[in-house]
């Protein structure tokens, strides 16, 4: 049984820092590309972050460059997501995504809400 479980969510002032945790299981982690997607209210879902199977690549959106970090632990088959200077428009439920578009194979996480405000 494939499971996406986010963790690290919650409230956080202007500025601040949190990291999000997703582990995998029931899929062969080291397979497959790992993205952060988010959803804010009243707006469409977006790609936040994405790492290579590997780990040898990553890319972001422009909104979090220079701020946001996505890392891989296939040793534990958990993938993180470091956020840095956090800005009230950050607020969001954050998505972990596992794709392998070889397989046309997709999973999603539940979602971890992430709240910045003073």
């Known amino acids: 049984q494939v499971q996406l479980v986010e963790s690290g969510g919650g409230l956080v002032q202007p500025g601040g820092s949190l990291r999000l945790s997703c582990a995998a299981s029931?899929?062969?982690?080291?397979?497959?590309?790992m993205n952060w997607y988010r959803q804010a209210p009243g707006k469409e879902r977006e790609l936040v972050a994405a790492?290579?199977?590997?780990?040898?690549?990553?890319n972001y959106a422009d909104s979090v460059k220079g701020r946001f970090t996505i890392s891989r632990d296939h040793a534990k088959n958990t993938v993180y997501l470091q956020m840095n200077s956090l800005k009230p428009e950050d607020t969001a439920v954050y998505y972990c995504?596992?794709?392998?578009?070889?397989?046309?194979?997709?999973?999603w996480g539940q979602g971890t809400q992430v709240t910045v405000s003073s």
């Open positions: 995504n596992a794709a392998n578009t070889y397989h046309r194979k997709n999973y």
């Open positions: 790492i290579s199977n590997t780990g040898g690549s990553t």
């Open positions: 029931g899929f062969t982690f080291s397979t497959y590309t």
